[in-house]
Antibody, heavy 120, light 107 residues
C-alpha cells in the first residue's frame, strides 16, 4: 500500500524557518518524481515545488522561489521541504504528492497534510 | 502562467442528479488536465487524468472530456459520498495551476 506521511509542521514566527518531511512506503521511491502542494485555510490548492526522480529537475512556484528548497533522499525514501524567510501568507496545510510513473498526469497519491502556521 | 477558470464555483444538487463542472484554460494545454475530489479535512484524491482517463478504483459515474482549452467533469448520478469540492489541474507547463474549485452541496 502506498503511504505518504508528512511531519515537521507547526507554529513559526515571520522570518523563521521550518523543515517539512514526507516519509514514504509501498513503492520504489527512487523511481518517482515528487511534489509539495499547499492549501491556505479556506482556500484552494496551490502547487509549490517539484523534484524529479533522480533530483535532476527541480521547479518552484514564483511565490516560494528563493525561500524554499525541495530535496529527496532516495536511501531514506523521504522527501523534504526546507522553508526559510517564512511569511504569514505561507500559512497553509502542506501536502506531499507523488507523480505517477505508469499513468500520465500528476499527483496520483497524496499525504494527509501537515499544518504550517506563520504568526507572531 | 496558465490560468484555469472553473465554473460554477458552487452548486446545489440532489442525489441522482447529473452534474457537470467546467474548466477553461487561458491557453491550449492539449489534454494535460486532471480532476481531483477533496472532502473537508482530507487530502485531495485524483479522479481523472489525461482529461478523460478514469483513475483506478474510481466509480464509473465519474467521467472527463475535452481538450486544448475546454474541459468538463461529469458525475452521471450524484451519490451521497460525492458531496465535496472538485478541482481541475493543468500540468502542461510550469507552474502547474489549479482551478479555484467547485463545491458540490446537497440541495
Amino acid at each position: 500500500e502506498v503511504q505518504l506521511v508528512e511531519s515537521g509542521g507547526g507554529l513559526v514566527k515571520p522570518g523563521g524557518s521550518l523543515r517539512l518531511s514526507c516519509a514514504t512506503s509501498g513503492f520504489t521511491f527512487s523511481s518517482y518524481g515528487m511534489n509539495w502542494v499547499r492549501q491556505a485555510p479556506g482556500k484552494g490548492l496551490e502547487w509549490v515545488s517539484f523534484i524529479s526522480s533522480s533530483t535532476t529537475y527541480i521547479y518552484y512556484a514564483d511565490s516560494v522561489k528563493g525561500r524554499f528548497t525541495i530535496s529527496k533522499d532516495n536511501a531514506k525514501n523521504s522527501l523534504y521541504l526546507q522553508m526559510d524567510s517564512l511569511r504569514a501568507e505561507d500559512t497553509a496545510v502542506y501536502y506531499c504528492a507523488r507523480d505517477p510513473v505508469y499513468t500520465r498526469g500528476r499527483f496520483d497519491y497524496w499525504g494527509q497534510g501537515i499544518l504550517v502556521t506563520v504568526s507572531s | 502562467d496558465i490560468q484555469m477558470t472553473q465554473s460554477p464555483s458552487s452548486l446545489s444538487a440532489s442525489v441522482g442528479d447529473r452534474v457537470t463542472i467546467t474548466c477553461r484554460a487561458s491557453q491550449g494545454i492539449r489534454n494535460d488536465l486532471g480532476w481531483y475530489q477533496q472532502k473537508p479535512g482530507k487530502a485531495p484524491k485524483r479522479l481523472i487524468y489525461a482529461a478523460s482517463s478514469l483513475q483506478s478504483g474510481v466509480p464509473s459515474r465519474f467521467s472527463g472530456s475535452g481538450s486544448v482549452t475546454e474541459f468538463t467533469l461529469t458525475i452521471s448520478s450524484l451519490q451521497p459520498e460525492d458531496f465535496a469540492t472538485y478541482y481541475c489541474l493543468q500540468h502542461n507547463s510550469y507552474p502547474w495551476t489549479f482551478g479555484q474549485g467547485t463545491k458540490v452541496e446537497i440541495k
